[in-house]
């Protein structure tokens, strides 16, 4: 019975040091968010968590709270301490002279410069350690870091607002607007945890889209066009706002590609499939070499069902507003054909309900 109370109590400070980590999400990538908690006889001494990229590392904020208070106390953090000076120095340091007893680390770091090391160094010097409690939380928290770093590649997200019967625009290609606005505040909640944005050049024709995070504290993403022909219009609204714009092509039209380069946006040539389309493996690698660890897809139909398509979509966010609109635009249209049992069905489910509409949410690939 004992133990099973310092078990509850050990998943509740955890469970604490997750929700910390959290509050970082969009400010820290392409580092991970980490949250520290540091405990002394049952209670909670101190709390800290990776603000800002370049910032003090969890643990450092939670050792500095708590000054002389960190001696004898347990730490739970949720990845394991760095032991390598990066933009700061190595958290394992840190740790020992704060004369910490126990540390409680929810993973490892899947950082190859740390991945296991950080946990050996604190053994090595006495410290009681353990990995793994709300481990499978704390993976899901980080599931774009941890598939950056293992798969090398982005963890990407497709995010459609469909009406009943899976329309995402009405037969003229007017989509403003399928679902209610507080469904759509928390769709541009999801361009706060990304660091990429990526529709098709149809999208920017059609809405004329910004493209920009409109949450509080706000934060610039990198907007992408897939734009085989490069066609998207130099006067374009998202032009004009300020923030890195990639457009991906499979054209050299000179003179297009220098209108847009004169509009500061970065032209980025890549292969084209069978179907004409632009390659999205190319796509992903390029976003990969630049460290864009959580790309937010959110279409038109033909973004949106060639990435399904390829594979290349992690988790599906799919806004239903309670509409049947009959013929439109459906988000899977360009799917090829397949039997039921060759559907794309999603995993680890959840399901909400958002004022009049309903947002389903799941996994392509296996979930955590
Ligand atoms: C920790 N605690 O809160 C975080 C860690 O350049 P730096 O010094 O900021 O180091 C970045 C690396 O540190 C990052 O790639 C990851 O391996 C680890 N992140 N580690 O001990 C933290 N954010
Ligand atoms: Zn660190």
Redesign the pocket.
């Known amino acids: 019975m004992r133990f099973y109370d310092w078990r509850l109590k050990d998943e509740a400070f955890m469970a604490e040091a997750l929700g910390l980590?959290a509050r970082a999400c969009g400010h820290?990538s392409?580092?991970?968010?980490?949250?520290?908690v540091l405990t002394k006889g049952g209670r909670i001494v101190s709390r800290?968590?990776?603000r800002r990229?370049?910032?003090?590392?969890?643990?450092?904020?939670a050792i500095h709270a708590a000054g002389r208070r960190a001696q004898g106390t347990t730490l739970y953090?949720?990845?394991?301490?760095?032991?390598?000076?990066?933009?700061?120095?190595?958290?394992?340091n840190a740790v020992q002279s704060a004369g910490i007893e126990r540390v409680v680390a929810a993973t490892l770091?899947?950082?190859p410069?740390?991945n296991g090391r950080?946990m050996r160094q604190l053994r090595d010097c006495g410290i009681k350690t353990s990995v793994g409690l709300l481990g499978k939380e704390a993976r899901r928290l980080n599931e774009a870091?941890f598939t950056s770093?293992r798969k090398r590649r982005p963890f990407v997200i497709l995010k459609v607002a469909a009406t009943l019967d899976g329309m995402i625009a009405d037969s003229k290609g007017r989509s403003k607007w399928i679902t209610g606005p507080q469904a759509r505040v928390v769709g541009h909640g999801l361009r706060l945890c990304a660091d990429a944005i990526v529709v098709g050049v149809k999208t920017v024709i059609a809405d004329d889209p910004l493209l920009t995070c409109r949450v509080k504290p706000s934060k610039q993403l990198v907007r992408v066009i897939l734009d085989s022909d490069l066609a998207t219009p130099p006067g374009c609204r998202l032009l004009k706002e300020p923030g890195p714009v990639l457009v991906f092509t499979a054209s050299s039209n000179a003179a297009r590609v220098e209108r847009l380069w004169a509009r500061g946006v970065e032209v980025l040539r890549v292969g084209r499939e069978k179907s004409g389309l632009l390659k999205w493996a190319d796509v992903m690698a390029a976003l990969h070499r630049r460290q864009l660890q959580t790309v937010l897809i959110e279409g038109g139909t033909t973004v949106a069902s060639s990435a399904l398509e390829a594979g290349i979509v992690d988790k599906v966010y799919v806004f239903q507003s309670p509409k049947i609109l009959g013929p439109g635009k459906s988000f899977s249209f360009g799917l090829a054909a397949r039997g039921l049992g060759q559907a794309i069905e999603l995993k680890s489910v959840e399901h909400r309900c958002i004022g009049p509409d309903f947002l389903t949410e799941g996994y392509v690939h296996r979930a955590h």
């Open positions: 980590a820290v392409p580092n991970p968010m980490v949250g520290a800290g968590w990776h990229f370049g910032g003090p590392h969890a643990e450092v904020e953090v949720t990845m394991e301490p760095c032991c390598f000076h990066g933009k700061t120095p190595a958290c394992t770091d899947p950082n410069r740390v950080g870091y770093l």
